[in-house]
């Protein structure tokens, strides 16, 4: 049975008043040290990437790797999105967060302004040594970079690979990190000197940096270098290229970072230096049973200092986020403004925005938010102070004063820059023994207007209220939000601490260890890569909540169906209004008349403009099957189908279109299209087959006891005849297409014939099916199907669910955490990874982690 949750009060979800007394009890039992989170994932979790400020797509700060003070925070692309904590202790300073960085010398130029010649071919090298510095080159074609397909493009490549061997010189090897600067579509992998140390997925046409995370001392050398790269495209115009750059950062030594712990809501670091404990907590309160909460674009950095060592230390903390956070593209002019909100619990605001201000003016894939404004905020206090103004003045006052003040008087905007302008904080603790003391900061961002829905800019669900005129006018919302974030902060801070306990031990129950540690890492990711919306159909209370997700790194689509149906269990478990949310723009979408095929669309356009669908190919029977089980699985967690009733008649003809053209599927995608076309696909045949049922089930609901029967006899017929053509010859598994023996796949598409419960496949089947995978199974996960060595870890969730005995889910789970922990891609978790060596092939911080959720829904 689905667990369900309508409530909007934090009562429905979370423990009685009297529990959360007794655990604020229990938590300030102090023996002198800073607590640690509860509900955390265990000391096996070592997330490639760690969530830090989690708002939805554009408002997504994260720490690359293991050691918050490593590099500098990134935005989930890997843009630097800077936050830079400092601590001092009796006038010494350490950074625990963020590693101060500037854009240092060309190591090896771009084609971007000047061509640069290196070797290339665009059929297999049929080696894996291409890359190597040794390797034999002297039969590939010279050419001019930028290769690709467009007129401005120096060398020609019309397709689907091209590998490429550039030869760089070096007198002296620098001594910063690399950057990649590259073009692409879609995607790269980059060797230096025969070691694989970048790559990226989607589609970039303008040159973005990203860091290796790599110094170039380790890669480089006087002398001859191989730069070698392999780029990929599977649509639209070809184009790749790349340079390198050093990324150099300030003199500031790092305190020790001493533990990392991540639950749910929470992400946790602690630091010791000079004789102190320092405890950073970032929360994200993304708690679904209340969408005021959930939508509002404000989360909390909590620090606790206390001293270790017997003595009594003069402890300050600053704080900076830099306005990069509200740029598309570094150069781009900013205006900012402080101010201050009055009232019982007064703040101290600081805020940041570009001056063009183009509302909702970008779209697509590679790109971070250009309008609105970043807000930095914290309560009014002695030893409080703030400033804005340049990275480098402000840490060296901080580092002077032990503290930074604004020499800019009141609240008016100041001059426009194309510099970068940092908003910092600092806090004065005084003098610190070993009782932690605390104080914490508030990071949000205005948006003003969220998605472009059929010609209509919407309002965040937050904002739905808005009726306010003007800059000032918004600006007066945002304070309100951040006076009730301040409001909330020990109550939220009380809630998410129980919620992440409960989340915990619920996955745990259903999966063990492993599997609630990959529940702890998705539930940030899978959130904020949504942005929750007001309907255009009224406003206030009669405001229907609008779900729209956003395609990250695979290119850049919104609302989309087959994004949605591996997301969605995450929110069956937890609020099944969100996942109307996503499927009802959908709906609206062919009930409007805009959209007239006789099967679902794909999306519904390019985040953040919901106008319809952009994606270049129709996937009919994957979308029609996604919709009519994700409507179903809605009707079983809520125990009604009065959400199927209102979209009844597109329903009937999507289930029309399956009937006749879904078993037996014709040459086309599916969401697995980064494989490629493929015709007779047993798995999509199951998905087609699972929407008829799932039909019949909701006639069922609906009191329909004819059609319901016609469609569950109609489904189990199928399933008969797809077993006599799937079935191979072995007796072992079914293969990937039809007649086609020798081969397998993934049948993940069966997992909803037991969470329903429908029983249209023999059990025997998964049974069968399981029993084959485990011997298919690689160092990090079981390959997708017998074409390639990749996966998808969703997938691989839900294939897991199909297994009737425990360990043999768990042996399944086992290794996408293997992949979690050990990849050398140290990014926001990708679904689609190489399970022979842990690479991550493409995609990253996608919401279909949100699928890792799917075993708690049997349960």
């Known amino acids: 049975?689905?667990?369900?949750?309508?409530?909007?009060?934090?009562?429905?979800?979370?423990?009685?008043?009297?529990?959360?007394?007794?655990?604020?009890?229990?938590?300030?039992?102090?023996?002198?040290?800073?607590?640690?989170?509860?509900?955390?994932?265990?000391?096996?979790?070592?997330p490639p990437a760690t969530p830090l400020i989690t708002i939805d797509p554009y408002t997504s700060i994260w720490s690359f790797g293991d050691q918050l003070n490593d590099q500098p925070t990134r935005h989930w692309t890997g843009r630097s999105h800077a936050l830079n904590g400092l601590l001092r202790v009796d006038g010494t300073v350490f950074r625990f967060m963020g590693n101060p960085t500037f854009v240092g010398d060309t190591v090896a130029r771009s084609g971007q302004r000047m061509p640069y010649e290196a070797k290339f071919r665009t059929d297999s090298p049929g080696s894996d040594a291409w890359m190597q510095p040794t390797f034999d080159d002297s039969q590939w074609q010279h050419g001019q970079a930028p290769f690709g397909s467009r007129p401005t493009d120096k060398t020609a490549w019309t397709t689907n690979d091209i590998w490429v061997r550039r030869e760089v010189i070096l007198d002296q090897v620098p001594k910063g990190r690399l950057l990649v600067n590259a073009s692409y579509n879609d995607n790269y992998e980059l060797f230096i000197n025969g070691q694989r140390v970048a790559g990226a997925g989607g589609v970039s046409p303008n040159y973005e940096l990203t860091s290796t995370g790599r110094l170039a001392a380790d890669l480089l050398r006087p002398g001859r270098n191989m730069i070698a790269y392999h780029s990929q495209n599977f649509g639209g115009p070809q184009f790749i290229d790349l340079g390198l750059l050093q990324e150099r950062s300030m003199d500031l030594r790092a305190a020790t970072q001493t533990s990392k712990q991540l639950s749910a809501t929470q992400s946790q670091y602690t630091f010791e230096a000079g004789g102190v404990r320092l405890t950073v907590t970032f929360m994200a309160p993304l708690l679904m049973d209340n969408l005021d909460v959930l939508s509002r674009p404000v989360q909390y950095v909590t620090y606790s200092a206390q001293a270790i060592d017997g003595q009594l230390h003069q402890v300050e903390i600053y704080q900076?986020?830099?306005?990069?956070?509200?740029?598309?593209?570094?150069?781009?002019?900013?205006?900012?403004?402080?101010?201050?909100?009055?009232?019982?619990?007064?703040?101290?605001?600081?805020?940041?925005?570009?001056a063009e201000q183009k509302v909702l003016g970008k779209k697509g894939d590679n790109v971070r938010i250009d309008w609105g404004h970043l807000y930095i905020a914290a309560p009014d206090g002695p030893g409080t102070s703030h400033r804005i103004g340049t990275l480098a003045g402000s840490v060296n006052q901080f580092e002077r004063e032990g503290l930074v003040s604004d020499i800019r008087a009141g609240g008016r905007p100041n001059m426009i820059t194309d510099s970068t302008v940092v908003l910092a904080t600092s806090f004065s603790l005084g003098r610190v023994a070993d009782k932690p003391v605390e104080r914490h900061l508030l990071i949000g961002y205005d948006d003003l207007k969220a998605i472009e829905y059929f010609g209509q800019p919407l309002n965040a669900w937050w904002r739905r209220y808005d009726k306010q005129i003007g800059s000032i006018g918004s600006e007066l919302i945002m304070e309100k939000a951040l006076s009730a974030a301040e409001s909330d902060y020990f109550t939220l801070k009380q809630a998410c601490t129980t919620f992440d306990k409960t989340l915990y031990a619920d996955a745990l129950k259903a999966g063990g260890t492993t599997y609630a540690d990959l529940c702890v890492l998705a539930y940030r990711q899978a959130i904020a890569a949504h942005k929750l919306v007001a309907g255009p159909d009224g406003t206030g209370l009669a405001s229907q909540p609008l779900f729209f997700s956003k395609e990250n790194f695979s290119n850049g689509s919104i609302g989309t169906v087959d994004v949605t149906y591996p997301s969605a269990p995450l929110f069956l478990k937890y609020n099944p209004t969100l996942l109307k949310g996503m499927?009802?723009?959908?709906?609206?979408?062919?009930?409007?008349?805009?959209?007239?095929?006789?099967?679902?669309?794909?999306?519904?356009?390019?985040?953040?403009?919901?106008?319809?669908?952009?994606?270049?190919?129709?996937?009919?029977?994957?979308?029609?099957?996604n919709m009519l089980i994700l409507t179903a699985a809605l009707a079983h967690a809520e125990g009604n189908a009065n959400y199927a009733r209102q979209h009844w008649p597109v329903l009937t003809t999507w289930v029309d279109y399956l009937k006749k053209d879904g078993f037996d599927p014709a040459n086309q995608l599916c969401t697995d299209d980064f494989a490629g076309h493929i015709a007779r696909n047993a798995n999509l045949s199951v998905k087609a087959i699972m929407g008829i049922a799932s039909y019949g089930y909701l006639a069922g609901k609906l009191g329909d006891s004819h059609t319901e029967t016609e469609y569950l006899t109609l489904a189990r017929s199928l399933a008969k005849q797809w077993i006599t053509l799937a079935k191979d010859p072995t007796g072992t598994h079914y293969t990937l297409t039809f007649d086609n023996p020798g081969t397998w796949s993934q049948k993940y598409n069966l997992v909803w014939d037991k969470l329903l419960n429908l029983n249209i496949f023999p059990q025997e089947v998964a049974q069968q099916e399981v029993a084959f995978y485990l011997t298919k199974q690689q160092p990090f996960g079981l390959p997708l199907d017998s074409r390639r060595t990749y996966t998808k870890s969703d997938w691989i969730a839900w294939t897991a669910t199909l297994a009737d005995k425990q360990a043999d889910f768990e042996t399944l789970i086992q290794p996408i955490l293997r992949f979690a922990t050990e990849t050398p891609d140290r990014v926001p978790l990708n679904d689609w990874h190489e399970t022979t060596n842990g690479h991550k092939v493409g995609f990253q911080a996608r919401s279909v982690v949100g699928g890792y959720f799917i075993k708690m829904l049997e349960k």
């Open 1 to 46: 049975m689905f667990y369900r949750c309508n409530s909007l009060s934090l009562k429905c979800m979370f423990a009685t008043p009297l529990v959360l007394a007794l655990l604020l009890v229990f938590m300030n039992l102090s023996d002198g040290r800073s607590q640690s989170l509860i509900g955390v994932a265990s000391a096996a979790l070592n």
């Open 320 to 354: 900076d986020a830099s306005s990069d956070i509200a740029v598309d593209n570094p150069g781009q002019p900013v205006t900012w403004r402080r101010g201050r909100v009055a009232g019982k619990q007064p703040l101290h605001w600081l805020r940041v925005g570009t």
């Open 583 to 625: 499927l009802e723009p959908i709906f609206h979408y062919s009930e409007s008349g805009r959209w007239t095929k006789p099967f679902a669309a794909h999306d519904v356009g390019t985040y953040p403009i919901a106008n319809g669908q952009t994606y270049g190919e129709d996937m009919p029977v994957e979308e029609c099957g």
